[in-house]
């Protein structure tokens, strides 16, 4: 059962995230991952193995201190468990990051029609079409939380996805279908997870 984090308020994101993500490690998982919108852009870190990977990573390269993420800790269904296949996963304009539990069922079926169109996927992913999915929706003008929902009509299976927006940092949106997702709502801040661990401290 893969672990989801997400973040908006006053702390450093990448603080709460990764916190947040070592409270999931219960849950098994063979890589992990972080992103964060910083100055209209996406910062993205993932590493194949434990978390601990990725916590060195990110102490030999910083993220900014931004007040917005995401994060994952994956279990490999759709590709090997390797740095390319580990969420987070972003549009081809990199506007969105995007993370996933579950299983979209007809994933081959988007990728295939995605790609008629020209769009590299850099993974072997299902998670990596509902990026690609949400982003272009955005880039049709189509806010965040509509561009959500328009792309989960599209899908079959269960999931939960979150994602944000590199031009909208002050929103994280999550859509779930048969699949958990907590929401936490705090005095200036929010969160959300897979699992009430990952926030029950704030």
Known sequence: ??????????????????????????RGYDSAGIAVVHDGELVVAKRSG???????ELADHPLPATHTGIGHTRWATHGRPNDANAHPHTGGARRIALVHNGIIENFAELRARIEADDHVFLSETDTEIAAHLVELQVQSGVELPIAMQRVCQQLDGAFTLVAVDAEDPDRVVAARRNSPLVVGLGEGENFLGSDVAAFIEH
């Open 1 to 26: 059962m893969c672990g989801i984090v997400g973040y908006v308020g006053p702390q450093r994101a990448q603080d709460v995230v990764i916190d947040g993500l070592r409270r999931l490690e219960y």
């Open 50 to 56: 434990k978390l601990a990977n990725l916590e060195k």
